[in-house]
């Protein structure tokens, strides 16, 4: 259904139910209407709690709720130490290859025959301390 389907539907049940009221008998209508005031009597308005940044309310710092000063800092924090260690993580990956990438060159650059390389001993020669 789309917006203007929608739309069409919810008048259509409007208009449905605004006739049905017109055909209400008198007494029937006394009653429903004596019935809704007593359910509003009963009705007690609460104040619905939600987490919320200081800065989105109306009243700027009269949030009641416990630790609500400390949430904008606590984001704060939690966002710096995420980009933090991604970062870390990132100079990591990067060095890694770095090393790897030295030890190529000074092995390429050392003195020894390429036969040495290509022998299946060499790399139980180069992990020997």
């Not at 049905?20 to 005031?37: F, G, Q, Y």
């Not at 650059?109 to 020997?128: H, M, Q, Y």
């Amino acid at each position: 259904m789309n917006t203007q389907q929608e739309l069409e539907f919810a008048q259509k049940i409007s208009n449905l139910l605004d006739q049905s009221t017109r055909e209400l008998d008198a007494p029937i209508a006394a009653k429903l209407l004596e019935a809704r005031k007593q359910a509003l009597a009963h009705y007690d308005e609460k104040p619905a709690h939600a987490w919320v940044p200081a800065w989105a309310t109306n009243t700027l710092g009269r949030i009641t709720e416990p630790f609500s000063n400390h949430l904008g800092a606590s984001v704060g924090l939690l966002a710096l130490l995420l980009c933090l260690s991604g970062f870390i993580a990132w100079q990591n990956a990067g060095q890694q290859g770095s090393e790897i990438a030295e030890l190529d060159q000074a092995l390429l650059t050392d003195e020894l025959p390429i036969n040495a390389f290509l022998d299946k001993g060499f790399e139980s020669w180069v992990r020997r301390p």
